[in-house]
């Protein structure tokens, strides 16, 4: 039998998609005023998960830094990629500033410190991360980390805390 003529661009694809393939995640108030869901991860700076994704080793989120707010000297041994929607931020190590619809991308390699200018009341970058971030003295000793695991931990103490169940955490989970 010869194959079914494609001629209709809008007809679905037809049949299941791979039994071990995973579900996709759809949010669509990713931006959420829902303070329940931003999780506290330093002073006046959370984040908001969207992708914990454990099986490949990265983290994708938005991530809120309020005034005075600061994301400490760190290491990446894997790239980063970021898109800003609102505010601003810079890095002490380089002269460009971040600001709504910059896009940056972070080589393996780097080691940085976020900072918020003063005039900013409060930053949100959407931020896909890998691997790691080896927080550093400014020599670069190992003084700590955040990877993966310990976003997922974060949340799941959070959610347990706000009333939303630890478990609610499994939603963004890959
Ligand atoms: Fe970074």
């Known amino acids: 039998m010869p194959p079914p003529t494609d001629n209709n661009p809008l007809l679905p694809y037809q049949l299941p998609f791979p039994p071990d393939a995973m579900t996709e995640i ?11 869901l931003w999780v506290p991860q330093a002073e006046n700076v959370s984040f908001r998960p969207l992708c914990l994704n454990r099986s490949q080793g990265y983290w994708v989120t938005l991530l809120r830094v309020r005034k005075a707010g600061l994301l400490s000297r760190h290491r990446h041994p894997q790239p980063v990629h970021g898109f800003v929607l609102k505010g601003s931020w810079r890095y ?17 390699g780097e080691t940085h410190t976020l900072i918020v200018p003063e005039d900013v009341d ?30 997922i931990e974060l949340c799941r103490a959070h959610f347990e805390k706000v009333g939303l169940g630890a478990d609610y955490v499994t939603r963004f989970l890959r």
């Open 92 to 108: 002490l190590e380089h002269d460009w500033v971040a600001t709504p619809g910059s896009y940056v991308y972070e080589p393996p």
């Open 26 to 36: 759809v949010i669509p108030d990713a931006n959420t005023s829902d303070e329940r």
């Open 122 to 151: 409060e930053m949100i970058t959407f931020f896909h991360v890998s691997g790691m971030m080896y927080y550093v003295d400014p020599w670069g000793k190992g003084v700590g980390f955040d990877d993966v695991f310990t976003k």
